[in-house]
């Protein structure tokens, strides 16, 4: 059982670590930052909008890491 959580932790960590390149942009700024020669802007943008919406699912995903730990303790403590 447990090199079962270990494989999946691992795997989920690749994951983050070998994950594609994303590009995410609304409309209004793609069609404001096309016209830009340099790109530097839009590339800018791209990497803030991917910051932002990474944020919430890793804290999502710690909390709910943390919570199944308690309950798992305790469970283990009244199984003694």
Same mark, same amino acid.
């Given at each position: 059982?447990?090199? &079962?959580k270990?494989? %999946?932790?691992?795997?989920?960590? &690749?994951s983050?670590?070998? !994950?594609?390149?994303?590009?995410?942009?609304?409309?209004?700024?793609?069609?404001v930052l096309e !016209?830009?020669?340099?790109?530097?802007?839009?590339?800018g943008?791209?990497?803030g909008i991917v910051y &932002?919406?990474? %944020?919430p699912? %890793?804290?999502?995903?710690? %909390? !709910?890491?943390?919570i199944?730990?308690?309950f798992?303790?305790?469970?283990a403590?009244?199984?003694?």
């Open positions: 059982m447990f090199k &079962l270990y494989k %999946i932790v691992v795997f989920y960590l &690749l983050l670590v070998f !994950s594609p390149k994303t590009n995410a942009q609304c409309a209004m700024c793609r069609a !016209s830009e020669e340099g790109q530097t802007a839009a590339q943008i791209n990497d &932002l919406m990474a %944020i699912y %890793i804290l999502v995903a710690g %909390i !709910s890491y943390l199944y730990r308690k798992y303790r305790v469970n403590k009244l199984n003694k």
